[in-house]
């Protein structure tokens, strides 16, 4: 499957990936826990500086950040034309931060890296019982596909403008489904047959 995941090394490549998961759970959850529009604000301009300070490796993720853009202006709007501005600020402030933070984990962390984070947070619940190897599988799987979904947009896009010289849009929607279910059995076949062994 595709990757975000950059070779253009940036700083954040050097942080250990438990410590970038763990920066992204505080400060996504400590965005939820206000709705003080000047604390957002710093937070949303914080993390655009974050981004911002990778270079060249958010080069991967510039259509993601475009969607991610258009989302948050298309909030804004909703929610002022519904006399809600400052929901709406909100909303899309909290979006933004979210967003760029998590693209940033993606573009710096490697899956295994992931995996193995995960699979040790989960350890301690293999003394209820449960098969932390499956759910931390699971979980990265998760990770992974809604990378892959993006990956697989932005080829069928940059294929569809060669071929016409226009964004693909809602036509892509039937071959991204195609592909990504294409995938998601190649990938199902294949951990079967490991787990068969």
Same mark, same amino acid.
């Given at each position: 499957?595709?990757?975000?995941?950059?070779?253009?090394?940036?700083?954040?490549?050097?942080?250990?990936?438990?410590? /970038?998961?763990?920066?992204?759970?505080?400060?996504?959850?400590?965005?939820?826990?206000?709705?003080?529009?000047?604390?957002?604000?710093?937070?949303?301009?914080?993390?655009?500086?974050?981004?911002?300070?990778?270079?060249?490796?958010?080069?991967?993720?510039?259509?993601?950040?475009?969607?991610?853009?258009?989302?948050?202006?298309?909030?804004?709007?909703?929610?002022?034309?519904?006399?809600?501005?400052?929901?709406?600020?909100?909303?899309?402030?909290?979006?933004?931060?979210?967003?760029?933070?998590?693209?940033?984990?993606?573009?710096?962390?490697?899956?295994?890296?992931?995996?193995?984070?995960?699979?040790?947070?989960?350890?301690?619940?293999?003394?209820?019982?449960? /098969?932390?190897?499956?759910?931390?599988?699971?979980?990265?799987?998760?990770?992974?596909?809604?990378?892959?979904?993006?990956?697989?947009? /932005?080829?069928?896009?940059?294929?569809?403008?060669?071929?016409?010289? /226009?964004?693909?849009?809602?036509?892509?929607?039937?071959?991204?489904?195609?592909?990504?279910?294409?995938?998601?059995?190649?990938?199902?076949?294949?951990?079967?047959?490991?787990?068969?062994?």
């Amino acid at each position: 499957m595709g990757s975000l995941y950059s070779e253009h090394r940036s700083w954040l490549h050097g942080v250990p990936a438990a410590v /970038k998961l763990l920066l992204l759970a505080v400060l996504g959850t400590a965005q939820y826990g206000t709705g003080n529009l000047t604390v957002l604000a710093v937070g949303a301009v914080a993390s655009i500086l974050l981004f911002i300070s990778l270079g060249r490796a958010v080069l991967p993720a510039r259509k993601l950040v475009a969607s991610v853009l258009l989302a948050s202006l298309l909030i804004v709007a909703f929610h002022t034309c519904l006399h809600q501005a400052a929901l709406g600020w909100i909303s899309t402030l909290r979006l933004l931060s979210a967003s760029l933070l998590g693209i940033a984990l993606t573009l710096t962390t490697r899956s295994g890296d992931l995996l193995d984070v995960l699979e040790r947070l989960l350890s301690p619940l293999q003394g209820l019982g449960f /098969k932390t190897e499956r759910l931390a599988l699971q979980l990265a799987m998760m990770l992974r596909f809604t990378e892959h979904f993006f990956v697989v947009w /932005k080829r069928l896009d940059d294929a569809h403008r060669l071929r016409t010289g /226009k964004a693909g849009g809602l036509r892509l929607l039937a071959p991204l489904t195609i592909q990504m279910l294409t995938s998601a059995r190649r990938v199902a076949d294949t951990l079967e047959m490991r787990m068969g062994e």
